[in-house]
Every structure is written in structure tokens, then in C-alpha cells.
């Protein structure tokens, strides 16, 4: 099964979505569905996604968890709880006590928009994601090089649970190859219970001048930290059309992974999100 662990749904006509306001993100700004990335799997070759929170909300997650049980492709829902909230524990179970809950694979929170590079260090937070290990779910890390050194300490805090870094930290390749984002990769990758999504690269470099030269140096850096069994493929889409096509984002990426060696490519397709997620 090829897998595409990192997509999302939305529709700024029914909800808001502050980080969608920047005028440069107007391409995006409508809504997109299951409808819209069916041809788009079939036609790459991909046979399941993974659906992603797009917004700080329980009603989204529980929107995403009936979209997953009508949406074959559908295989996971990682969604949002408040991890702050002494509940959380009872709502992370109530979610996957409703229609598609048994989708629910893991909980993501926007880290590197908040104040506080520290937060995920919270006492509250760090009780939120005991409460979500306990559920059997994994954590998805929404980080930039600002918060990796807190991330890099709570996967050492939960050495059972499992750590999904979305989109490799986000390097930041239109300016260049970075030391300091590198070496905090590398410290984090330490931890055996992190992955890495080789996601969202080609909308970290120039939208308009990318290819698949320019993202390999930070994918084969990902790939000597993480390892042939903790890398795994997320297109982003749609964000991704900022960039580019479905296409040209899968392309890229798997040829960039194919570079590394045809192992490498096949388990970031699908072995490794399986292993990650808990997936059947």
C-alpha cells in the first residue's frame, strides 16, 4: 500500500483559518475535499492518505472522523485536542468512541505559532501528552528550528510514545542550508520514537524556482539522521500548490528518495506511516 501521510480538507467558507490569511496563500483559499484529491491519488499511484488538522478545533477533528468512515482512501485522522485541558483524556476518548474514532491515529497542535518556543514543555501540555500516549495515539510535531529543542526534550520526557516531525522542521531552504536547523534534527533523530516527514519541503524554497536538486541535501540529511525506517512521505497537499502540482511534489520527493536508495524510497511510501500510526 502507498501511502500519502500528510493531506488536508478544508473550506474557508465554513470556518476560519487565521495562518490562511497572508495574501500570498490566496491561491489555496477555497475549499478543498475528498472529491478534489481522489483523481490525484489514482493518478500518482497512491492508494491511502492520512488527513490532517488544519485548525485548532474539536469540530474539526470530529468533521474529519466522519469524512475518514465515508472516504475510503481515508486510512487516519490526525486531528486537534486541547492538550492544556485537564479532560483531554476523556475527550481523546470520546473521539474515538464516534463514527470513524477507530481513524483517530494521532493529535497534532500548531507549536511554531506559539509565543512561547517552550510550550510544548508546559506542565499542562506534558500531562496532555501522557494522556494521548495512553490512548495508543502518536504526536505529530508542528515545529520550526526555534522549537526544536523542546521537542528534542519531550520525546526524551515520553520514550514509549511515538513522535511524527511534520514536515522535517521546516528548513528553512529558501535561505540556504542550515547548521543550527541540521544539528537540532540530528538531536531529536537520536530519539529511536520520532519519524520524519519528508512533507511540506518545496513550500519551504522559492515557489517558483525549486526542484528536486534543491530539496535533496535536506532530504539526505533527514534520511542519514532518521534512518531507511523513520522516513515517510507526505505531499501537504493542498498547501503543496503553492508550489506545485501533486505531481511535481510526489515526483520530486520520490526521486529525491530513489537517490537514496529504492529501500529507502518504498518504506517512506507506505512500511513506515504504517509502523508510525499504528495503521492496519
Not at 65 to 94: N, Y
Not at 205 to 226: G, I
Amino acid at each position: 500500500m502507498v501511502i500519502d501521510a500528510h493531506q488536508h480538507f478544508w473550506d474557508p467558507a465554513r470556518a476560519d483559518y487565521p495562518w490562511m490569511e497572508a495574501p500570498e496563500l490566496a491561491p489555496i483559499r477555497r475549499a478543498f475535499g475528498p472529491a478534489d484529491l481522489a483523481p490525484l491519488l489514482r493518478a500518482n499511484g497512491i492508494d491511502a492518505s492520512i488527513l490532517v488538522q488544519c485548525r485548532s478545533s474539536i469540530e474539526e477533528t470530529e468533521e474529519f472522523l466522519r469524512v475518514a468512515a465515508a472516504t475510503p482512501f481515508v486510512i487516519g485522522v490526525v486531528g486537534w485536542a486541547d492538550l492544556t485541558d485537564g479532560a483531554v483524556d476523556e475527550t481523546l476518548a470520546r473521539l474515538c468512541g464516534l463514527p470513524g474514532g477507530d481513524r483517530l491515529v494521532g493529535i497534532r497542535h500548531q507549536v511554531h505559532d506559539e509565543s512561547d518556543p517552550d510550550w510544548l514543555l508546559r506542565e499542562d501540555v506534558q500531562r496532555g501528552l501522557a494522556a494521548l500516549f495512553a490512548q495508543g495515539l502518536t504526536y505529530d510535531l508542528l515545529v520550526r528550528t526555534r522549537e526544536l529543542p523542546a521537542a528534542i526534550a519531550t520525546a526524551q520526557a515520553f520514550p514509549q510514545g511515538r513522535f511524527v516531525l511534520d514536515h522535517a522542521a521546516k528548513p528553512p531552504i529558501a535561505e540556504g542550508f542550515s547548521r543550527e536547523w541540521a544539528d537540532l534534527v540530528a538531536a531529536l533523530a537520536a530519539s529511536s520514537n520520532v519519524w520524519c516527514k519528508i512533507s511540506g519541503l518545496a513550500t519551504e524554497a522559492n515557489w517558483d524556482d525549486w526542484d528536486a536538486e534543491r530539496l535533496l541535501p535536506f532530504v539526505a540529511h533527514a534520511a542519514q539522521c532518521f534512518g531507511e525506517d523513520r522516513l515517510i512521505f507526505g505531499s501537504d497537499w493542498p498547501v503543496c500548490l503553492l508550489a506545485g502540482s501533486y505531481g511535481a511534489i510526489k515526483g520530486a520527493i520520490e526521486a529525491c528518495l530513489t537517490k537514496l536508495g529504492a529501500q529507502v524510497r518504498d518504506k517512506a511510501f507506505g512500511a513506515n506511516a504504517r509502523r508510525a500510526y499504528r495503521l492496519p
